[in-house]
């Protein structure tokens, strides 16, 4: 009984591998999520300056318009001057023409100021597009090791568990069936390693007389603590 308990551990260190394999291949793609999500959040800063780019487009052609008809009431300011017979009338559609000239100088340097706001906004998507095509490069790189380093623990996981069936040939089925029952009960640990005298799972320190039945007796032996089975690795002290 005793001699399977080096297999039991066996058992259980491979369980305690493939759970951190599991781990990994839940937590990758989470890490590359969080990769995708920051780089393309970067590339939102471009699609915002796109979209300025745009309004202010559409501001500089609304502008434009307002100049053309501003400019079609003073030709028509012009047709109706060459019908007026006062000297009174002839200075009031003069007055609204200098009213409406100045006018279109004040929409031609909102326009100016537009062009400007352009000349800047593309400024900022050029800078930020060359940064961001530096940085999804480098981005794009550790998503492709992550992707690679997840397709790795995929093939692992299925190796292991390949092991982990071939282990479980290998050990008695009385200590197979206590393994799987404590298995659930102890959240994927059962063996104990007992280091010197402390249990390795609950660090209680093992009464002496527990530590001998250990070492000397073929019973397995339960921590009075946590309820694990305790394994103590003889060969490997004595060659210390
Ligand atoms: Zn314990």
Redesign the pocket.
Known sequence: MKEGLDILYALQQKDDQLKEIGGLIQEIPLQIKALEDERDSRSGMIEKAKKKLQNNIEERKKLEREIAAIKEKISKYKEQMKKVTTNKEYQGISNEIKFEEANITGVEEKIIEKMVEADEIMAVIRDTECEFNKIAAEYNQKIKELHDYLDYHKTKLDEETKNKKELRTKVAANLLKAYDNLFVKKAGKVV?FVQTDF??????K?RPQVLSELVLSNDVLI??????I?FKNIAGENEE
Do not use: A, F, W
């Open positions: 104990s249990c390795g799972v609950c660090n209680i093992i921590c009075e603590s946590c309820g694990r305790l």
